[in-house]
């Protein structure tokens, strides 16, 4: 059983920057691709951010070159550095970890004013 635990999202003005964390539990974290996802309200969950066991990196046209992913294998943890933050990068984030069932974290707020 893999559990995941976000922490890190709060409030912010427009440009500034926070740093997600997500820790897991069990063996399998370091042979694992994990992302991060988002969901606004009203919208549908859509992936911002993944990397690979290999710190291969995929970005979303939204955040390519504001947002960075990153991970500690030693620490089982993924990170999310959000700079420049906008209004509309305000939602919940979810982190997910693929493997032979896919898990989910209970999610974060992040909440961007103007």
């Known amino acids: 059983q893999v559990q995941l635990v976000e922490s890190g999202g709060g409030l912010v003005q427009a440009g500034g920057s926070l740093r997600l964390s997500c820790t897991a539990s069990g063996s399998i974290f370091s042979i694992s691709t994990m992302a991060w996802y988002r969901q606004a309200p009203g919208k549908q969950r859509e992936q911002v951010a993944a990397?690979?066991?290999?710190?291969?990196?995929i970005y979303s046209d939204s955040v390519r070159g504001r947002f960075t992913i990153s991970r500690d294998n030693a620490k089982n943890t993924v990170y999310l550095q959000m700079n420049s933050l906008k209004p509309e990068d305000t939602a919940v984030y979810y982190c997910?970890?693929?493997?032979?069932?896919?898990?989910w974290g209970q999610g974060t707020q992040v909440t961007v004013s103007s």
């Open positions: 990397i690979t066991r290999g710190s291969m990196t």
């Open positions: 997910k970890l693929f493997g032979p069932y896919d898990y």
